[in-house]
Protein backbone atom coordinates (compact mmCIF):
# COMPACT_ATOMS: atom_id res chain seq x y z
CA UNK A 1 0.00 0.00 0.00
CA UNK A 2 1.50 3.00 -1.08
CA UNK A 3 2.58 5.85 1.83
CA UNK A 4 2.74 9.91 2.02
CA UNK A 5 3.00 10.00 6.08
CA UNK A 6 3.27 13.48 7.52
CA UNK A 7 5.13 13.82 10.88
CA UNK A 8 2.36 15.64 12.64
CA UNK A 9 -1.66 15.65 12.70
CA UNK A 10 -1.62 19.14 14.21
CA UNK A 11 0.97 21.25 15.48
CA UNK A 12 0.51 24.57 17.18
CA UNK A 13 3.48 26.87 17.27
CA UNK A 14 3.83 30.60 18.63
CA UNK A 15 4.72 33.69 15.97
CA UNK A 16 8.11 33.63 15.26
CA UNK A 17 9.35 30.31 15.68
CA UNK A 18 11.15 28.54 13.08
CA UNK A 19 8.20 25.64 12.13
CA UNK A 20 9.48 22.43 10.55
CA UNK A 21 7.08 19.77 8.58
CA UNK A 22 8.24 16.91 7.43
CA UNK A 23 7.19 14.28 4.89
CA UNK A 24 8.46 10.98 4.06
CA UNK A 25 7.29 8.86 0.69
CA UNK A 26 7.34 5.15 0.89
CA UNK A 27 7.17 4.50 -3.26
CA UNK A 28 10.54 5.87 -4.53
CA UNK A 29 8.32 8.89 -6.50
CA UNK A 30 10.82 11.52 -8.05
CA UNK A 31 8.70 14.38 -7.30
CA UNK A 32 7.17 16.02 -4.27
CA UNK A 33 4.79 18.99 -3.35
CA UNK A 34 3.85 21.09 -0.75
CA UNK A 35 0.59 22.35 -0.89
CA UNK A 36 -1.42 24.64 1.59
CA UNK A 37 -5.45 24.40 1.96
CA UNK A 38 -7.47 27.46 3.28
CA UNK A 39 -11.26 26.90 3.20
CA UNK A 40 -12.55 28.26 -0.59
CA UNK A 41 -9.47 28.67 -1.53
CA UNK A 42 -8.73 25.21 -2.69
CA UNK A 43 -5.34 23.81 -2.63
CA UNK A 44 -2.26 26.06 -3.51
CA UNK A 45 1.20 24.97 -4.60
CA UNK A 46 4.16 26.65 -1.87
CA UNK A 47 7.17 24.35 -3.41
CA UNK A 48 7.98 21.22 -5.49
CA UNK A 49 10.93 19.11 -5.83
CA UNK A 50 11.48 17.10 -8.87
CA UNK A 51 14.83 15.41 -7.39
CA UNK A 52 17.11 15.30 -4.41
CA UNK A 53 18.62 18.53 -3.92
CA UNK A 54 16.52 20.40 -6.26
CA UNK A 55 13.47 22.59 -5.62
CA UNK A 56 11.01 24.95 -7.61
CA UNK A 57 8.78 27.78 -6.39
CA UNK A 58 4.98 27.02 -6.57
CA UNK A 59 2.26 29.96 -6.98
CA UNK A 60 2.60 31.14 -2.60
CA UNK A 61 6.81 30.27 -1.55
CA UNK A 62 6.95 33.52 0.74
CA UNK A 63 7.89 33.06 3.99
CA UNK A 64 8.46 29.22 3.69
CA UNK A 65 11.21 26.91 2.18
CA UNK A 66 12.29 23.48 1.41
CA UNK A 67 14.71 20.97 2.27
CA UNK A 68 15.14 17.44 -0.26
CA UNK A 69 18.65 16.26 1.39
CA UNK A 70 17.20 12.18 0.60
CA UNK A 71 14.58 11.27 -1.85
CA UNK A 72 12.35 9.86 0.52
CA UNK A 73 11.94 13.07 2.67
CA UNK A 74 10.63 16.48 1.90
CA UNK A 75 10.47 19.35 4.64
CA UNK A 76 8.37 22.45 4.52
CA UNK A 77 10.22 24.86 6.83
CA UNK A 78 8.42 28.13 8.09
CA UNK A 79 11.32 30.58 8.85
CA UNK A 80 9.21 32.52 11.16
CA UNK A 81 6.27 31.76 11.84
CA UNK A 82 3.30 34.47 11.34
CA UNK A 83 -0.62 33.98 12.28
CA UNK A 84 -1.28 34.01 8.41
CA UNK A 85 0.05 30.66 8.10
CA UNK A 86 -2.34 28.86 10.25
CA UNK A 87 -3.64 26.51 7.93
CA UNK A 88 -3.99 22.74 6.60
CA UNK A 89 -0.08 21.95 4.81
CA UNK A 90 -0.95 18.76 2.55
CA UNK A 91 2.81 17.12 0.77
CA UNK A 92 1.78 14.68 -2.12
CA UNK A 93 4.11 12.64 -4.04
CA UNK A 94 4.76 11.09 -7.57
CA UNK A 95 6.58 9.50 -10.16
CA UNK A 96 8.54 11.08 -13.12
CA UNK A 97 8.63 9.64 -16.18
CA UNK A 98 5.00 9.22 -16.50
CA UNK A 99 4.38 12.50 -17.47
CA UNK A 100 1.44 14.59 -16.59
CA UNK A 101 -0.95 11.87 -16.24
CA UNK A 102 0.53 10.56 -13.28
CA UNK A 103 -1.89 11.52 -10.03
CA UNK A 104 -0.56 12.57 -7.03
CA UNK A 105 -0.38 10.61 -3.88
CA UNK A 106 -1.29 12.49 -0.82
CA UNK A 107 -0.52 12.31 3.24
CA UNK A 108 -2.83 12.90 5.73
CA UNK A 109 -2.29 16.88 6.36
CA UNK A 110 -0.54 19.01 9.21
CA UNK A 111 -3.12 21.29 10.60
CA UNK A 112 -0.73 24.25 12.00
CA UNK A 113 -1.74 26.87 14.13
CA UNK A 114 0.40 29.92 14.66
CA UNK A 115 -0.33 31.72 17.76
CA UNK B 1 -3.45 31.16 -16.99
CA UNK B 2 -5.01 27.91 -16.15
CA UNK B 3 -7.85 27.63 -14.15
CA UNK B 4 -10.42 25.30 -12.45
CA UNK B 5 -14.06 26.56 -11.18
CA UNK B 6 -16.20 24.57 -9.06
CA UNK B 7 -19.24 26.83 -8.46
CA UNK B 8 -20.31 24.25 -5.84
CA UNK B 9 -19.14 25.41 -2.28
CA UNK B 10 -21.65 23.05 -0.58
CA UNK B 11 -24.30 20.71 -1.36
CA UNK B 12 -26.74 18.93 1.41
CA UNK B 13 -28.64 15.45 -0.47
CA UNK B 14 -30.63 12.96 1.03
CA UNK B 15 -29.81 9.29 1.21
CA UNK B 16 -30.34 7.71 -1.87
CA UNK B 17 -30.53 11.05 -4.16
CA UNK B 18 -28.33 11.60 -6.75
CA UNK B 19 -25.92 14.24 -7.38
CA UNK B 20 -23.65 16.23 -9.68
CA UNK B 21 -20.91 18.27 -8.84
CA UNK B 22 -19.54 20.62 -11.52
CA UNK B 23 -16.37 21.66 -12.47
CA UNK B 24 -15.27 24.23 -15.38
CA UNK B 25 -11.08 24.52 -16.30
CA UNK B 26 -9.16 26.85 -18.29
CA UNK B 27 -6.34 25.87 -20.52
CA UNK B 28 -4.87 27.18 -23.27
CA UNK B 29 -2.70 23.66 -23.94
CA UNK B 30 -3.98 21.56 -26.53
CA UNK B 31 -3.01 18.48 -24.20
CA UNK B 32 -4.19 18.55 -20.74
CA UNK B 33 -5.17 16.04 -17.71
CA UNK B 34 -8.18 16.13 -15.45
CA UNK B 35 -8.44 14.40 -12.26
CA UNK B 36 -10.98 13.69 -9.45
CA UNK B 37 -10.12 13.82 -5.68
CA UNK B 38 -11.90 13.19 -2.56
CA UNK B 39 -11.37 14.61 0.86
CA UNK B 40 -12.76 12.60 3.54
CA UNK B 41 -12.96 13.63 6.78
CA UNK B 42 -9.69 12.36 8.27
CA UNK B 43 -8.08 14.86 6.12
CA UNK B 44 -5.70 12.60 3.41
CA UNK B 45 -6.68 13.29 -0.69
CA UNK B 46 -8.20 10.42 -2.46
CA UNK B 47 -7.38 9.85 -6.09
CA UNK B 48 -10.82 8.93 -8.07
CA UNK B 49 -10.36 9.96 -11.52
CA UNK B 50 -7.82 11.15 -14.43
CA UNK B 51 -8.78 11.68 -18.10
CA UNK B 52 -6.93 13.01 -20.55
CA UNK B 53 -8.11 15.51 -23.07
CA UNK B 54 -8.32 13.37 -25.99
CA UNK B 55 -10.60 10.89 -24.30
CA UNK B 56 -14.14 12.73 -23.79
CA UNK B 57 -15.94 9.11 -23.01
CA UNK B 58 -17.52 9.12 -20.33
CA UNK B 59 -16.89 6.88 -17.33
CA UNK B 60 -18.77 4.58 -14.96
CA UNK B 61 -17.32 3.12 -11.92
CA UNK B 62 -20.19 2.15 -9.90
CA UNK B 63 -22.05 4.51 -8.11
CA UNK B 64 -19.76 7.07 -9.71
CA UNK B 65 -19.94 8.79 -12.83
CA UNK B 66 -17.85 11.73 -15.00
CA UNK B 67 -19.24 13.86 -17.94
CA UNK B 68 -15.70 15.51 -19.78
CA UNK B 69 -17.46 17.96 -22.32
CA UNK B 70 -14.39 19.92 -24.51
CA UNK B 71 -17.05 21.93 -26.09
CA UNK B 72 -18.11 23.71 -22.24
CA UNK B 73 -14.77 22.86 -20.57
CA UNK B 74 -16.01 20.82 -18.33
CA UNK B 75 -15.53 17.82 -16.30
CA UNK B 76 -18.42 16.75 -13.85
CA UNK B 77 -18.96 14.03 -11.34
CA UNK B 78 -21.96 12.64 -10.48
CA UNK B 79 -22.67 10.24 -7.37
CA UNK B 80 -25.73 7.94 -8.17
CA UNK B 81 -27.55 6.38 -5.00
CA UNK B 82 -25.41 8.95 -2.65
CA UNK B 83 -24.46 6.95 0.97
CA UNK B 84 -23.44 8.86 4.14
CA UNK B 85 -19.52 7.57 3.37
CA UNK B 86 -20.03 9.89 0.37
CA UNK B 87 -19.37 12.68 2.38
CA UNK B 88 -16.63 14.15 1.76
CA UNK B 89 -15.32 17.69 0.47
CA UNK B 90 -14.35 16.83 -3.62
CA UNK B 91 -11.67 18.56 -6.01
CA UNK B 92 -11.73 19.15 -9.29
CA UNK B 93 -7.85 19.40 -10.60
CA UNK B 94 -5.77 20.28 -13.85
CA UNK B 95 -2.28 19.63 -14.57
CA UNK B 96 -0.41 22.32 -15.90
CA UNK B 97 3.36 21.64 -17.10
CA UNK B 98 5.89 23.55 -15.07
CA UNK B 99 9.87 23.76 -16.85
CA UNK B 100 11.18 20.40 -15.24
CA UNK B 101 7.88 18.74 -13.47
CA UNK B 102 3.95 19.40 -13.19
CA UNK B 103 1.54 20.88 -10.80
CA UNK B 104 -2.41 20.12 -9.98
CA UNK B 105 -4.32 23.18 -10.60
CA UNK B 106 -7.14 22.63 -8.03
CA UNK B 107 -10.59 23.99 -7.64
CA UNK B 108 -11.67 25.57 -4.43
CA UNK B 109 -13.59 22.11 -3.71
CA UNK B 110 -16.89 21.06 -3.10
CA UNK B 111 -18.59 20.30 0.41
CA UNK B 112 -20.95 17.36 -0.22
CA UNK B 113 -22.84 16.53 2.88
CA UNK B 114 -25.62 13.07 2.28
CA UNK B 115 -27.78 12.80 5.12
CA UNK B 116 -29.36 9.72 6.68
Known amino acids: DVKVTQSSRYLVKRTGEKVFLECVQDMDHENMFWYRQDPGLGLRLIYFSYDVKMKEKGDIPEGYSVSREKKERFSLILESASTNQTSMYLCASSPMGQGRDTEAFFGQGTRLTVV | AQKVTQAQTEISVVEKEDVTLDCVYE???????LFWYKQPPSGELVFLIRRNSFDEQNEISGRYSWNFQKSTSSFNFTITASQVVDSAVYFCALSEAMDSSYKLIFGSGTRLLVRP
Open chain 2, 27 to 33: TRDTTYY
